[in-house]
């Protein structure tokens, strides 16, 4: 049972580097656990109504089927029979989820307890399918207080891709005491770890792989006098030695800083003491308030630009990467039509960049590449961020209805195929009667 163990852990590497290319959806498994050595669990975010689609890989190479038939969303559990065994290659499993999908946006979780926030500022979702919480969605409660349906404390609140509870962390801190507007918003970074920014004192905070302690990345001297610190962005690991974090300053009378600012860590835990970044996007473009940034697999950024009124300043402006200050944009989203930008993210699989309209509670939807209008639905009342999974679904979180809302794209039919990070191995007894099996077999073909 031991070696069994070690080689479940050993080969993960390999497994790690070779999951195969997703295709976006709205329905997939996330949540993958090992159960024993021959089976595992996942979670269905909505149902899949279609079919869930079981398939053992030795060594990439399919050598097993089943499937499971339509399933509803919720955690499932599957266990290998041995088929299909192939003595001395690494087995992985696949799971493909389908179903007939919606023709328009529709909220896939109902409003429940554990969707249920007082002060909702933040959101981010692990699209990292060689971790344990791919999947996972991490909501800032920016206060804490009494709601509809509990009472919270302010802190990060885990949810399931299905919306079911998926724990509490603070890290060790007092975010109560660091005030209503910490934590906000959030990233999680290559290394799997959650970084969350303390508005209210504007500072960023890294939360350790098992949330139990925060570290803090940036102090007084590594900001101007007018510095604010409300979005983040975060690019390589201290592990590698090529971590970098990127801060909004969204101050809007901050004419010298006002942006996107640039802290390269490297190798350290924390940005060196008086190292005050350097500028990559602004000051001079930004006339209002910019609060949240994105950047795609080429580099090019999007930030947005918040106003209450229309005509005064785009929702969201894309950025070419380049040599900084970078104070041009490639294009702009048509600010006489839209406004209220506050939270953004982006879903390449589709070219979409989105963000949360704080004041009519609607999701806006722009081309990544022209800018264009894609369309939109309205998600609530007061959006203070937005998050896409990695199969397209949309989290938004809204502190005037208190409520965190998983929601589902009009795609139709879709599907979307799941690698496990681990591997099987069939248990001792079935290895046994494989293997006389194969024997036996033999015996009789001679």
Same mark, same amino acid.
């Given at each position: 049972?031991?070696?069994?163990?070690?080689?479940?852990?050993?080969? =993960?590497?390999?497994?790690?580097?070779?999951?195969?290319?997703?295709?976006?959806?709205?329905?997939?498994?996330?949540?993958?656990? =090992?159960?024993?050595?021959?089976?595992?669990?996942?979670?269905? $975010?909505?149902? =899949? /109504?279609?079919?869930?689609?079981?398939?053992?890989?030795?060594?990439?190479?399919?050598?097993?089927?089943?499937?499971?038939?339509?399933?509803?969303?919720?955690?499932?559990?599957?266990?290998? !029979?041995?088929?299909?065994?192939?003595?001395?290659?690494?087995?992985?499993?696949?799971?493909?989820?389908?179903? /007939?999908?919606?023709?328009?946006?529709?909220?896939?979780?109902?409003?429940?307890?554990?969707?249920?926030?007082?002060?909702?500022?933040?959101?981010?979702?692990?699209?990292? %399918?060689? !971790?344990?919480?791919?999947?996972?969605?991490? @909501? !800032?409660?920016?206060?804490?207080?009494?709601?509809?349906? %509990?009472?919270?404390?302010?802190? @990060?609140?885990?949810?399931?891709?299905?919306?079911?509870? =998926?724990?509490?962390?603070?890290?060790?801190?007092?975010?109560?005491?660091?005030?209503?507007?910490?934590?906000?918003? !959030?990233?999680?970074?290559?290394? /799997?770890?959650?970084?969350?920014?303390?508005?209210?004192?504007?500072?960023?905070?890294?939360?350790?792989?098992?949330?139990?302690?925060?570290? #803090?990345?940036?102090?007084?001297?590594?900001?101007?006098?007018? #510095?604010?610190?409300?979005?983040?962005?975060?690019?390589?690991? #201290?592990?590698? +030695?090529?971590?970098?974090?990127?801060?909004?300053?969204?101050? &809007?009378?901050?004419?010298?800083?006002?942006?996107?600012?640039?802290?390269?860590?490297?190798?350290?835990?924390?940005?060196?003491?008086?190292?005050?970044?350097?500028?990559?996007?602004?000051?001079? &473009?930004?006339?209002?308030?910019?609060?949240?940034?994105?950047?795609?697999? $080429?580099?090019?950024?999007?930030?947005?630009?918040?106003?209450?009124?229309?005509?005064?300043?785009?929702?969201?402006?894309?950025?070419?990467?380049?040599?900084?200050?970078?104070?041009?944009?490639?294009?702009?989203?048509?600010?006489?039509?839209? %406004?209220?930008?506050?939270?953004?993210?982006?879903?390449?699989?589709?070219?979409?960049?989105?963000?949360?309209?704080?004041?009519?509670?609607?999701?806006?939807?722009?081309?990544?590449?022209? +800018?264009?209008?894609?369309? +939109?639905?309205?998600?609530? $009342? %007061?959006?203070?961020?937005?998050?896409?999974?990695?199969?397209?679904?949309?989290?938004?979180?809204?502190?005037?209805?208190?409520?965190?809302?998983i929601w589902s794209p009009g795609d139709g039919g879709n599907w979307y195929a799941t690698e496990s990070y681990f591997t099987i191995i069939p248990e001792p007894a079935t290895?046994?009667?494989?293997?006389?099996?194969?024997?036996?077999?033999?015996?009789?073909?001679?």
């Amino acid at each position: 049972m031991v070696c069994k163990r070690l080689l479940l852990v050993s080969v =993960a590497a390999c497994a790690l580097a070779s999951l195969p290319a997703a295709v976006y959806a709205n329905v997939y498994a996330s949540g993958l656990k =090992a159960v024993g050595d021959d089976g595992l669990s996942f979670i269905l $975010n909505e149902n =899949a /109504d279609t079919n869930v689609k079981i398939e053992v890989l030795a060594d990439g190479v399919p050598v097993y089927a089943e499937d499971l038939g339509p399933k509803a969303a919720g955690t499932h559990t599957w266990s290998w !029979s041995g088929a299909g065994f192939v003595t001395g290659a690494n087995h992985t499993v696949k799971i493909t989820a389908s179903d /007939d999908g919606y023709a328009g946006w529709t909220q896939i979780v109902a409003d429940n307890t554990t969707t249920s926030f007082y002060i909702p500022v933040g959101v981010s979702i692990n699209k990292n %399918r060689n !971790s344990p919480n791919f999947g996972k969605i991490y @909501i !800032s409660e920016g206060g804490g207080g009494a709601t509809a349906f %509990r009472t919270t404390t302010s802190g @990060i609140y885990m949810l399931n891709a299905d919306g079911s509870d =998926a724990g509490f962390a603070t890290g060790g801190k007092d975010w109560a005491a660091a005030g209503n507007s910490s934590p906000f918003k !959030s990233t999680i970074g290559a290394d /799997d770890h959650l970084y969350v920014m303390d508005y209210s004192n504007d500072l960023a905070w890294e939360f350790s792989a098992d949330m139990s302690s925060v570290t #803090q990345l940036i102090d007084g001297s590594n900001k101007t006098s007018a #510095q604010w610190a409300e979005g983040i962005h975060v690019e390589g690991t #201290q592990a590698q +030695g090529n971590r970098k974090i990127y801060l909004v300053n969204s101050n &809007y009378n901050d004419t010298a800083r006002k942006g996107l600012i640039e802290y390269n860590l490297g190798g350290n835990a924390a940005a060196t003491a008086g190292d005050t970044g350097t500028q990559i996007i602004g000051p001079s &473009y930004f006339g209002y308030y910019p609060r949240d940034v994105a950047r795609d697999s $080429n580099g090019d950024w999007y930030m947005n630009q918040f106003r209450s009124e229309l005509d005064e300043a785009p929702p969201v402006s894309k950025f070419a990467d380049g040599p900084p200050p970078i104070n041009t944009a490639v294009w702009e989203a048509n600010k006489a039509l839209y %406004r209220g930008a506050y939270g953004i993210d982006i879903f390449e699989d589709k070219n979409w960049v989105a963000y949360g309209d704080y004041y009519a509670g609607l999701v806006q939807i722009f081309d990544m590449t022209t +800018g264009a209008y894609v369309g +939109g639905f309205d998600a609530g $009342n %007061r959006l203070r961020e937005i998050a896409f999974d990695a199969a397209g679904n949309l989290v938004t979180v809204d502190n005037s209805l208190e409520l965190a809302r998983i929601w589902s794209p009009g795609d139709g039919g879709n599907w979307y195929a799941t690698e496990s990070y681990f591997t099987i191995i069939p248990e001792p007894a079935t290895l046994v009667l494989l293997t006389l099996g194969g024997f036996l077999l033999r015996r009789r073909v001679r």
